[in-house]
């Protein structure tokens, strides 16, 4: 599936929610799955890898609520604002289009939400402390008064790893933030002068033993946590292949910083165009590698809760307005 699909876990941290708990685990992070071309295709017919990869678990309850015929009906509405050129068939450009204009309208969306509540002087920008002050109610000589002494500690790393983040999207370093570093504080995965910074956090967040890289136990351990007498399912043994022949690059065992950004950022894998083929190959009957409206109506239980459905607001909104 969609690599970038591996950095979902990332946004759903404190820079993306007000005043929220600091946790020690990040088991959110898509790494449960293989990439398109690691999966069986067998693995796909159910897509519950596709609903909650594009829109997470909550987003992807939304069409629970849905007949069957709803679904269709309204998903029908929504091709015909996909086939830009009115012709009766979507093609590959069509549906990468409107892949990404549903990606860029959930980070700008997600982006106001959050610059209403940080920006408290509304000048137009987010200062450090403007962010610091309404995400942990911190102010100088009351640093996590209010804080249960069990979870300062937590409190703290995540204070440091927030503004570490924030100074690396700030490039005139005047710790203001523009609306656009603010975007890339946010969503440090959409802008390449975070790639590192993007690296980091995963490895901070895979690395247990504090040696700065990481080893096919804590890789490993980042998706899966056995029970006991439970057998090794089968895509962990794959991934235990994948990380042997592709991941570990230099065989030393572990995973370092550029490795880990191979991985995760691969520079010659565009997310965008991959799913737009895949949805294609999985849904094209006569194999002209165009969709028509019967096709992916005929599909639906794939296109319903992916990102072609722009997170479910299309699905889920008035019959007029569609």
């Known amino acids: 599936m969609m690599k970038l699909l591996r950095l979902l ?17 990040k088991k959110d992070r898509v790494h449960h799955a293989n990439d398109l071309g690691e999966r069986d295709p067998e693995d796909q017919k159910g897509f519950q890898f596709d609903h909650e990869a594009f829109l997470g678990k909550e987003g992807s309850k939304t069409f629970d609520q849905l007949t069957p015929e709803e679904s269709k009906e309204r ?47 509304q000048d137009g920008k987010v200062a450090w402390d403007e962010y610091k002050n ?21 409190y703290k790393k995540m204070l440091r790893r927030d503004e570490r983040r924030f100074k690396n999207a700030d490039k005139d370093g005047d710790l203001i933030a523009t609306r656009e570093e603010f975007t890339a504080f946010l969503h ?27 080893d096919l136990d804590e890789y490993i351990g980042d998706m899966y946590t056995p029970e006991e007498g439970e057998p090794e399912p089968s895509w962990v043994t794959n991934e235990k292949e994948q990380f042997r022949q592709f991941r570990d690059i ?27 083929q895949h949805l294609i ?24 809760g992916s990102q072609v459905t722009n997170y479910g607001e299309d699905l889920t909104r008035k019959h007029d307005e569609l």
């Open 9 to 25: 876990g990332l946004l759903a941290i404190c820079a993306s929610v007000t005043f929220c708990k600091p946790t020690s685990e």
């Open 75 to 121: 998903l029908g509405k929504i091709v015909d604002r996909i086939d830009h050129d009115h012709d009766g068939l979507v093609t590959k450009q069509e549906l990468a289009t409107w892949i990404k204009r549903a990606q860029n309208r959930y980070m700008e969306e997600n982006v106001n939400k959050n610059w209403k509540d940080y920006d408290l002087n």
């Open 134 to 154: 309404t995400t942990y109610g911190y102010y100088v000589g009351e640093e996590f008064s209010d804080v249960d002494p069990a979870d300062k500690a937590s």
């Open 188 to 214: 440090p995965e959409e802008f390449g002068y975070m790639k590192a910074i993007v690296v980091t956090e995963t490895i901070e967040d895979i690395d247990k033993d504090g040696d700065g890289l990481v």
């Open 250 to 276: 230099n065989k030393d065992g572990k995973m370092d910083h550029s490795e880990i950004e191979r991985w995760i950022l691969p520079g010659d894998y565009n997310h965008v165009e991959s799913e737009a």
């Open 281 to 304: 190959h999985e849904s094209d009957k006569n194999e002209d590698d165009k969709l028509t409206k019967q096709e992916i109506v005929d599909n639906w239980s794939m296109f319903v």
